[in-house]
């Protein structure tokens, strides 16, 4: 018996997992207007998402805002129901609108920018690489011509100081065997 209701809930549970679909929650909902501040107050009537209403004060304590519909009505309803922006569904057909005449105006920006350059501007484009050109290859060979100035610098730099220690060699020597003649010649 126990294998066969084993068995039985095995069979079930592939049905429910073969069955399930992804579904979505619907953006429409009704908000309850009432007649005071709490869930014991009678409905007056249902507002849809998106509907406009004056917010005329609001109850911390209670968690309710005391609201004026289109048709100048009062009535009361749950603050975190409020939004300070018009739902998405409303707000989604300008913005689709909106995003529609940005791509028409970027195609026609596109098709201008296309023609411009086969146009005779093509050929001032093409003058300015050549002219552009000849200063890159121009800064190019002064600063190779500056680093061959530099390199040639420190050539001489060198050959002097080795002919500054050639001298300096030659010379202090005769310095100190004057100073030892002195010096023994005296004694």
């Known amino acids: 018996m126990n294998k066969t209701t084993l068995a039985l809930l095995l069979l ?40 406009s209403l004056e917010v005329l004060n609001t109850n911390l304590a209670t968690g309710y805002s005391k609201v004026r519909t289109q048709d100048g009505s009062t009535g009361h309803i749950l603050t975190h129901q409020l939004m300070d922006t018009p739902s ?32 005779k501007d093509r050929t001032a484009l093409r003058q300015n690489v050549a002219v552009l050109t000849r200063k890159v290859a121009d800064l190019q060979q002064e600063n190779l011509d ?19 220690g050639i001298l300096i060699g030659l010379i202090l020597p005769r310095l100190n065997t004057q100073r030892r003649k002195d010096s023994w010649g005296s004694l």
């Open 146 to 164: 500056l680093h061959n100035q530099g390199t040639r610098n420190w050539f001489l730099i060198g050959a002097g100081v080795i002919i500054a």
């Open 88 to 119: 998405a569904r409303e707000r989604l057909p300008a913005i689709e609108a909106e995003i529609k005449a940005l791509k028409e105006a970027n195609k026609k920006l596109s098709q201008d920018a296309d023609a411009a350059l086969h146009s």
């Open 12 to 51: 079930l549970s592939s049905q429910q997992i073969a069955l399930a679909e992804t579904y979505y929650v619907t953006d429409q909902s009704k908000v309850m207007l009432r007649t005071g501040e709490d869930t014991s107050h009678k409905i007056v009537r249902t507002l849809p998402s998106g509907y």
